[in-house]
């Protein structure tokens, strides 16, 4: 009403203040690790160790990797009848899931050794003559995607586990202009993915920190009167 005086109440939380302050957020954004960027990563491709694919720049043929769709990872659930329990439905997971065939795209060399490389790969899961199939542990490797930041130190990393490469596309080729390349997309099957050692290198330097100032304080309180020590 006109003349009323409306009070507002304040609600009360456990914690009151904003945990995004100004000064923090412009911090955290100036932070060489504010943004990710997708032109920065690094493939590292491992293929099985056999006669069949000696003679091949790996590391150079990693290096072409042009674009690729990092995996990404679902849970498979199931809701619980409703008979089971009361009130809203619970849904719990059944089993992981993983993302389908990863796209990767390669710079071509003129010669197409990328292309030789991965059909020879291919060439591992069957007889050249017969077409019977070889045995999956001959013609699965591994390979690690990392992310890097600006200053091209990784930032996050993972390892596809059990890959191969099941798809080999064909090549556009038509008369355009000189200075496109020519480019071969390979479609990667893999069983699963997992985080590689980064946060395992945390925990081993906190644990290296934990040993190194437990060393320090026993060196400075051993010296220490017994009696004393009951009292730190």
């Known amino acids: 009403y006109k003349g009323s005086k409306m009070t507002t109440a304040f609600s009360t939380f ?10 923090d957020v412009l911090a955290s954004f100036k932070d060489q690790n504010a943004y990710g960027r997708p032109n ?6 491992s293929s099985p160790q056999s006669p069949g ?3 091949h720049d790996v590391r150079s043929i990693s290096l ?25 439905d619970r849904e719990y997971v059944t089993e992981p899931l993983f993302a389908e065939d990863i796209s990767m795209t390669f710079q071509a ?3 197409l050794d990328e292309r030789k490389y991965f059909e020879q790969w291919q060439q591992l899961s069957y007889n050249v ?8 542990n001959d013609y699965v490797g591994t390979m690690d995607i990392y992310l890097l930041n600006q200053n ?6 993972l390892r596809i586990e059990e890959c191969f490469p099941k798809s080999i596309a064909g090549l556009d ?10 480019k071969t997309t390979v479609g990667w099957s893999f069983r699963k993915w997992s985080p590689l050692d980064a946060e395992s290198q945390q925990s081993l330097g906190g644990t290296l920190v934990d040993t190194f100032t437990q060393t320090v304080n026993r060196s400075l309180t051993k010296n220490i009167p017994a009696v004393l020590r009951k009292l730190l």
């Not at 456990?14 to 000064?23: E, H, K, T, V, Y």
């Not at 355009?176 to 390349?181: H, L, N, Q, T, V």
């Open 40 to 45: 920065l990563y690094e493939v590292q491709i």
């Open 14 to 23: 456990a914690d009151s203040l904003s945990f995004g302050l100004l000064n």
């Open 129 to 136: 003559t017969t077409f019977d199939v070889g045995y999956y």
């Open 64 to 88: 072409r990797a042009e674009s690729l769709i990092m995996p990404g990872r679902s849970l498979q659930t199931q809701v619980a009848s409703a008979g089971a329990i009361t009130g809203p």
């Open 152 to 157: 091209n130190r990784k930032t996050y990393g």
């Open 109 to 111: 060399t003129a010669g």
């Open 173 to 182: 080729l038509q008369a355009g202009p000189g200075s496109e390349i020519t």
């Open 53 to 55: 694919l000696g003679g």
